[in-house]
């Protein structure tokens, strides 16, 4: 009866062993994740700036403008006017090339100095506020400076405005 018994032990531990690793062998392999369908992962990625400065005009005379120059938000450039109602105008582009839409916050200009007072300054059509999709742009934006508050001296005439480093700022944040 010993041996039956000691048969009989061992038979169950080998059952219960089974059993016990067939379990632990299923939720194993139960715990990988199936996705069905498409799934679509992609980084946020906020990309928008200023382009392509085109159709820069002048008024005749000895107005000067120098070639303008795109630094992130910022279009910088030397101008000289030198009589009443002399002006320089440019057109450029804002491109949002990321996959956000972005919010034109604020536009000014720096480096006027002081002659802010003598200057007229336009920007394009309703820029602040301005909303970009992602993956659009907003072509052909106009940015005009004009002298118009001259300043006289009766010897010399009216006094040229000449600036240095003049900044047209076009701040941009995420929607």
Known sequence: ????????????????VAVMSLGIGY??????????????????????SLSNVHSLLKSEGDTQISTPIILNDTIIFDLKLTQLDNYVSFMFDIVNSGNQDAKI?????????EYEQNLEV?????LKDKVIKAGEKVSNSLFKITYKNGIF??????????LKGVKLVV?????
């Open 27 to 48: 939720s194993s392999l139960n715990t990988t994740l199936e996705i069905s369908g498409m799934a679509n992962v992609y980084q946020e990625k906020y990309e928008v």
């Open 171 to 175: 701040k941009m944040a995420k929607v």
């Open 105 to 113: 916050t604020d536009v000014y200009v720096e480096g006027l100095n």
């Open 122 to 126: 336009v920007y394009g059509e309703n």
């Open 153 to 162: 001296d009766p010897y010399t005439g009216f006094q040229a405005i000449d």
């Open 1 to 16: 009866m010993d041996g039956i018994k000691k048969i009989k032990i061992i038979a169950l531990l080998a059952f219960f």
